[in-house]
Structure formats: structure tokens, C-alpha cells
């Protein structure tokens, strides 16, 4: 059942029983400017911090809302294609304490053993066999290990790749991402490829 909300009755129930309720022109002309301007927002942040890197995909992913509760030191999942994963995360509601571990590189030079333990089954998924040996706290990046802790206020919006950078975070308010992928005009960036140099 899908039903237009008109202000007039309690749609609970149809909700509660798997229904659609929507609404038309919910939100207000400031509140779909604002959301339009954080888009705008971002491209132009994007520009002036990696002049040299070129987005090589639509905007599909949009807006999404982040994590707020504590997790471990992990990262996320990529496929590799050369591309820099570029992923911006806005602040607008109180104060996020994000801890920042080493970076793959840095792992790989530090404890080169447990990194080539997860390699050794082959390049082909060690993105998420990494991220899963880090969501349950075990495998090269333990989560009592060494990390920067930084905090981000209210306004504030940070880079940063999510897939080769360990995070976690450790207390938030309100806050949304989003992931560009993205080429360099002078060479492409593979993240396996440094990897794959590192544990050779």
C-alpha cells in the first residue's frame, strides 16, 4: 500500500504493516537549498585539494548519513582501479572524536607478516577480508594500536581515504558522507599497487 500523507490522519498502522506513507514538498525551500549547497560545497573543496585529480564518476552515491556509536578501527572495502577514493565527511551537529590509525603503507612496513598473512590468498579480496578481520578487532590492526585522535566541530568537513586510512569513530553527532572516485590527470593511484610493492 502506498499512501500520500496529507496532514489529516495517523499512518502508523500502514507503516507498522510494511505500507509507504510520503509526503510532497516535505521539506522546506532552505532546507532543500541547504542540501543542495552542500554538494556544491564539496566540488568546490574537492577542486582546490586535489587539483590534479579528475571525478570519473556521476555523483551516484549522494549524501549518506554516518555512524555515530563507537566501532573498531577499521577500513572500508575498495575495488581497485587506479582510482583515489575520495571520501568527504561533513559535521553539522556536535562534536565527532575520530581516532586515525596507519595507513595500509604504514601497516605494511610496520607488522609486514600479519599484512602479507591476509595478501597471501591473493590480491582479489583482500579489501574485505581486511575490512572483516578489522570490524571483529583481530587480524594487523588491532584496536588498541597507535592512532591520532582528532575532533571535528560543528561546520567542519574533512577528506580523506577511507580505504587505505584505519578510523574509527569514537563519539558524534550529526554528520554525512560522501565517496568520489577520482583519477590523476599525471598517473594513475592503485592502491593495491603500493600494497603489492610493499609486501614484494
Known amino acids: 500500500m502506498i499512501v500520500q500523507w496529507r496532514g489529516d490522519s495517523d499512518v502508523s498502522a500502514i507503516i507498522e504493516a510494511g505500507g509507504v506513507v510520503y509526503m510532497d514538498r516535505a521539506l522546506s525551500d532552505e532546507a532543500l537549498g541547504a542540501a543542495r549547497g552542500i554538494y556544491r560545497e564539496l566540488e568546490r573543496l574537492e577542486r582546490i585539494l586535489a587539483p590534479d585529480y579528475e571525478v570519473t564518476e556521476p555523483r551516484r552515491g549522494g549524501l549518506r548519513p554516518m555512524i555515530t556509536g563507537p566501532e573498531p578501527m577499521h577500513v572500508d572495502t575498495w575495488n581497485d582501479g587506479g582510482r583515489l577514493a575520495l571520501t568527504a565527511f561533513v559535521c553539522f551537529d556536535d562534536v565527532r572524536v575520530w581516532d586515525v590509525g596507519p595507513n595500509l603503507v604504514e601497516l605494511c612496513r610496520a607488522v609486514p607478516d600479519a599484512m602479507r598473512a591476509v595478501w597471501a590468498r591473493g590480491r582479489p579480496g583482500?579489501?574485505?577480508?581486511?575490512?572483516?578481520?578489522?570490524?571483529?578487532?583481530?587480524?594487523?590492526l588491532p584496536d588498541d594500536g597507535p592512532a591520532h585522535?582528532?575532533?571535528?566541530?560543528?561546520?567542519?568537513?574533512?577528506?580523506?581515504?577511507?580505504?587505505?586510512v584505519p578510523h574509527a569513530?569514537?563519539?558524534?553527532?550529526?554528520?554525512?558522507?560522501?565517496?568520489?572516485?577520482?583519477?590523476?590527470?599525471?598517473?594513475?593511484?592503485?592502491?593495491?599497487?603500493?600494497?603489492?610493492?610493499?609486501?614484494?
Do not use: D, Y
Request: glycine fraction near 14%; hydrophobic fraction near 40%; charged fraction near 20%.
Open 169 to 200: 569513530i569514537r563519539h558524534g553527532g550529526g554528520a554525512v558522507g560522501e565517496t568520489v572516485f577520482a583519477e590523476n590527470r599525471r598517473g594513475q593511484h592503485s592502491q593495491a599497487g603500493l600494497l603489492e610493492a610493499c609486501l614484494a
Open 149 to 164: 585522535r582528532c575532533e571535528f566541530g560543528e561546520g567542519a568537513v574533512w577528506f580523506c581515504n577511507s580505504k587505505i
Open 126 to 140: 583482500f579489501a574485505t577480508r581486511l575490512r572483516a578481520l578489522t570490524m571483529r578487532n583481530a587480524g594487523p
